[in-house]
């Protein structure tokens, strides 16, 4: 499988997850404070090599921070502010990509 289906198939999960997360949530009414951001991070990719470039072109950006590397703005795109919902769904993005062999991990902000 190459890279940009497996990407398809992890953006596929990631949705399926954050969705899921989200049900198992309730009603926003009831959640309480739950606000918050994810993404997905690949630390040790660099954007001018042939990895950096695949991944830019999946939707990757650099991160300028003192971090490097490059993340993807939260792969769920599940329509919330919930941080659990877009955190499930950027574990989930990770856990199928593991086949591509790059190093990946979801990471979370509350807002």
Not at 10 to 25: E, I, N, P, R, T
Not at 55 to 76: D, M, R, T, V
Request: proline share 5%.
């Amino acid at each position: 499988m190459n890279l940009i289906e497996l990407h398809q198939k992890a953006l596929a999960a990631a949705a399926d997850a954050a969705a899921a997360q989200d049900k198992a949530l309730g009603p926003e009414d009831l959640r309480g404070f739950d606000c918050g951001f994810a993404w997905v991070e690949a630390p040790k990719a660099k954007m001018n090599t042939k990895e950096g470039k695949a991944l830019k072109a999946l939707g990757f950006e650099k991160i300028w921070s003192p971090a490097k590397g490059a993340y993807l703005w939260n792969p769920g795109k599940f329509p919330s502010q919930s941080i659990s919902v877009h955190y499930a769904g950027a574990k989930a993005y990770v856990e199928a990509m593991k086949p591509a062999g790059i190093e990946m991990f979801a990471n979370q902000r509350y807002d």
